[in-house]
């Protein structure tokens, strides 16, 4: 199983940015998928999931309004699409994925993982 994620880089403020997971080795269109990130100095938290079976996604409350989980199931990609980027977004962003078909943020119910991008905002 190989996730790999990619996408990430360096923004200003207000600005957008997509990242993508590339998924491979477990049946893509019946497994969940969610991003984390992790803050310098701060836990791993959720920040959006996917149960691709069925399109039901979660978002963090505190972010929900500017981040979009999505998946395209032709090529086995999960995308973060990013806007309105702020400096506390900056972190290293992961995604996990897991053949159990629950939405969850919870770390332990993940068996894959990638080994992340990195996403700074510049203020």
């Known amino acids: 199983v190989q996730l790999v994620e990619s996408g990430g880089g360096l923004v200003q403020a207000g600005g957008s940015l997509r990242l993508s997971c590339a998924v491979s080795g477990i049946p893509f269109d019946n497994c969940a998928i969610a991003w984390f990130r992790q803050a310098p100095g701060k836990e791993r938290e959720g920040v959006s999931a996917?149960?691709?079976?069925?399109?039901?996604?979660v978002t963090s409350d505190s972010i929900k309004d500017r981040f979009v989980i999505s998946s395209d199931n032709a090529q086995n990609i999960v995308y973060l699409q990013m806007k309105n980027l702020k400096p506390e977004d900056t972190a290293i962003y992961y995604c996990?994925?897991?053949?159990?078909?629950?939405?969850?943020?919870?770390?332990?119910?993940?068996?894959?993982w990638g080994r992340g991008t990195q996403v700074t905002v510049d203020s």
């Open positions: 996990a994925a897991t053949e159990d078909l629950l939405l969850s943020f919870k770390e332990s119910g993940y068996d894959y």
């Open positions: 996917l149960v691709n079976s069925d399109g039901d996604t």
